[in-house]
């Protein structure tokens, strides 16, 4: 099973990004869905979660900023990004629970960086 996360890279304040997490070994339609993201020195931070039925949230800093969506026909998971920030900045990658398994996909995510 793969998580492997795309889309990052460098902005200015403003910008935007859309991340991508491709999922393979598995059908993940059944799964809860998850953005985390971690900066140099910091706490993992959950970003944006969505449920198999679309149901989605965010945490407080990025609300009306970014925007969870999934794929399942393409076993694909999304984040855009809008108005970035520079706090934004951090390495992003995408979690699945699948009921009891999880799933991580933090040794294969994608940096971004967000500059003023």
């Known amino acids: 099973v793969q998580l492997v996360g795309s889309g990052g890279g460098s902005v200015q304040a403003g910008g935007s990004l859309k991340l991508s997490c491709a999922a393979s070994g598995y059908t993940f339609s059944s799964c809860e869905m998850r953005w985390y993201r971690q900066g140099p020195g910091t706490e993992r931070e959950m970003v944006a979660s969505i449920t198999s039925d679309g149901a989605a949230g965010y945490v407080d800093s990025v609300k009306g900023r970014f925007t969870i969506s999934r794929d399942d026909a393409k076993n694909m998971l999304y984040l855009q990004m809008n108005d970035l920030k520079t706090e934004d900045s951090a390495m992003y990658y995408c979690?699945?629970?699948?009921?009891?398994?999880?799933?991580?996909?933090r040794g294969q995510g994608t940096q971004v960086t967000v500059s003023s």
């Open positions: 979690t699945a629970s699948c009921g009891a398994i999880y799933y991580s996909g």
